[in-house]
T-cell receptor
Framework: DSGVTQTPKHLITATGQRVTLRCSPR?????VYWYQQSLDQGLQFLIQ???????AKGNILERFSAQQFPDLHSELNLSSLELGDSALYFC???????????FGEGSRLTVL | DQQVKQNSPSLSVQEGRISILNCDYT??????FLWYKKYPAEGPTFLIS?????DKNEDGRFTVFLNKSAKHLSLHIVPSQPGDSAVYFC??????????????FGKGTSLLVTP
């Protein structure tokens, strides 16, 4: 158990819909990262937050947005969903800006 | 643009033998490298890391080697055990300010250790 909690574990929705994925980082971790893993792809970095502020951005689509709340949990919002958005979405956290990341078990999104 | 590449999608090794997983990177600004291990239905877990000031780091059966001039690193597992069967991801950080210190991952190599 990494200490990072992600909900929901599985989500099935239709194209055009909007979903929210939630992540609670390990206790004491200030940095939260979101990654997407599509079929046959590695872990694609989407976005990082540190202590409530956006710190770095990767290959995140404009239809996607995220935020980190004062209690340090984070949410990833995916809107106008397309079939290609079907993937595993991982949240990870770290104590500070660098170093080892601890991953949650992922949220599997299926868009039909 | 894949900055971290694992060109072998899969590897099969006999129990007791050495497993060698390879990784190449393109960004010369990367200065910290990690290996993660992932079992099905679980998130990746940290295995071992190495900073660019070293060329080798060892932890039990796991050793990571870094060749900066070749932009290449490898993970050696000796001896390999069936429980090592998993997907191994190579990751690197230290790029430009846009990516901050977020880890860049390869696509992973699926290791199968057979009895």
């Amino acid at each position: 158990d990494s200490g990072v909690t992600q909900t929901p574990k599985h989500l099935i929705t239709a194209t055009g819909q909007r979903v929210t994925l939630r992540c609670s980082p390990r206790s004491g971790d200030l940095s939260v990262y979101w990654y997407q893993q599509s079929l046959d792809q590695g872990l694609q970095f989407l976005i990082q937050y540190y202590n409530g502020e956006e710190r770095a951005k990767g290959n995140i689509l404009e239809r996607f947005s995220a935020q980190q709340f004062p209690d340090l949990h984070s949410e990833l919002n995916l809107s106008s969903l397309e079939l290609g958005d079907s993937a595993l979405y991982f949240c990870a956290s770290s104590r500070d800006l660098t170093g080892e990341l601890f991953f949650g078990e992922g949220s599997r999104l299926t868009v039909l | 643009d894949q900055q971290v590449k694992q060109n072998s999608p899969s590897l099969s090794v006999q129990e007791g033998r050495i497993s060698i997983l390879n990784c190449d990177y393109t960004n010369s600004m990367f200065d910290y490298f990690l290996w993660y291990k992932k079992y099905p239905a679980e998130g990746p877990t940290f295995l071992i890391s190495i900073s660019s000031i070293k060329d080798k780091n060892e932890d039990g059966r796991f050793t990571v080697f870094l060749n900066k001039s070749a932009k290449h690193l490898s993970l050696h597992i000796v001896p390999s055990q069936p429980g090592d069967s998993a997907v191994y991801f190579c990751a690197a950080s230290g790029g430009d300010s846009n990516s901050g210190y977020a880890l860049n991952f390869g696509k992973g190599t699926s290791l199968l250790v057979t009895p």
